[in-house]
Nanobody
């Protein structure tokens, strides 16, 4: 059984930093693109950042220059370094990954359970 488990959320003051982690576990053969989404109350879930298996990255305009996505392929883990946090960054953050599990013939999208990030003084 494949799982994505996020960690690193919490309460931080405006201007502060947090680092989110998301580790994939289980019988995984390959991992393609990995992504971070967020969803604030009353809003739709939005894509924050993605990183391909080759390391190419893309960011939402609202986080460019403040957030950095990276991955450790040896540990099946994706990170999101969040700097200069603003109150409008407050949301539940979800990781998402395209995985091939043992015995499968194509990629399946998996989601983590989410981690709360609150930016407030």
């Amino acid at each position: 059984q494949v799982q994505l488990v996020e960690s690193g959320g919490g309460l931080v003051q405006p201007g502060g930093s947090l680092r989110l982690s998301c580790a994939a576990s289980g019988s995984i053969t390959s991992i393609g693109a990995m992504r971070w989404y967020r969803q604030a109350p009353g809003n739709e879930r939005e894509l924050v950042a993605l990183i391909t298996s080759g390391g190419r990255t893309n960011y939402a305009d609202s986080v460019k220059g403040r957030f950095t996505i990276s991955r450790d392929n040896a540990k099946n883990t994706v990170f999101l370094q969040m700097n200069s946090l603003k109150p409008e960054d407050t949301a539940v953050y979800y990781c998402n990954a395209d995985l091939i599990y043992t015995g499968a013939y194509g990629y399946t999208k998996y989601w983590g359970q989410g981690t709360q990030v609150t930016v407030s003084s």
